[in-house]
């Protein structure tokens, strides 16, 4: 037996186009082929030459809970971790979209990372090898350090992702 990586994410979303968005414009994932399941969904890849599907998104159908609505957050997951490069870039594009962000250093190690919520709340954790990125390692001051366990999701600026716009 052996279990040889992560092959996806599945997120339920109740805005389909604000959480496909999000994941193409924010973290730079390309929209693939998706079977017809019978109900709305997506399926974002990296942009690598292999590009792997890594974030299934799927809206009405089985997203949806007894009440009509898919439920917000991450549940008894605390957050999907996603190997990445660029960190400082990716602190631009959060700013750039309006995104409150938190960055870490993890004791002992070159890894940097930034934590950030997709429109469903889902928690994002961006991992990267900082012996490898140019520029200042992670800010762990107060308010831009992340804390475990401490949620900093706030809906509002997602809402400029909405299918409205």
Avoid: C
Avoid at 67 to 72: C, I, T, W
Avoid at 93 to 116: I, Y
């Amino acid at each position: 037996m052996l279990v040889s990586g992560l092959f996806h994410i599945a997120i339920k979303t109740n805005d389909l186009a604000a959480t496909e968005r999000f994941y193409m414009e924010v973290l730079g994932l390309k929209k693939v082929a998706r079977p017809d399941f019978g109900y709305p969904g997506a399926w974002l890849a990296t942009q690598g030459p292999a590009g792997s599907a890594i974030v299934h998104i799927y809206a009405g159908g089985p997203a949806l809970g007894s009440d009509g609505k898919a439920p917000v957050g991450t549940a008894a997951i605390d957050h999907v971790s996603i190997a990445a490069h660029g960190y400082h870039e990716f602190r631009a594009a959060f700013e750039r979209h309006g995104l409150p962000w938190r960055e870490f250093l993890v004791p002992g190690t070159t890894l940097w990372q930034l934590f950030v919520y997709d429109p469903s709340g889902v928690q994002l954790e961006l991992t990267f090898d900082g012996a490898a990125e140019d520029g200042p390692p992670p800010d762990m001051r107060p308010g831009h350090g992340y804390v475990a366990g401490t949620s900093f999701f706030d809906p509002k600026p997602y809402a400029a992702f909405g299918s409205a716009r």
